[in-house]
């Protein structure tokens, strides 16, 4: 997983679960 640390670590949660099949997702956060 290269999944960078998001700043929002409330979303990050939300958003890391879901850049499991967006991986553009976690990026663009």
Do not use: A, M
């Amino acid at each position: 997983r290269k999944y960078k640390p998001l700043k929002n670590s409330k979303i990050s949660k939300f958003r890391v679960t879901r850049s499991l099949d967006d991986d553009d997702n976690q990026e663009e956060i």
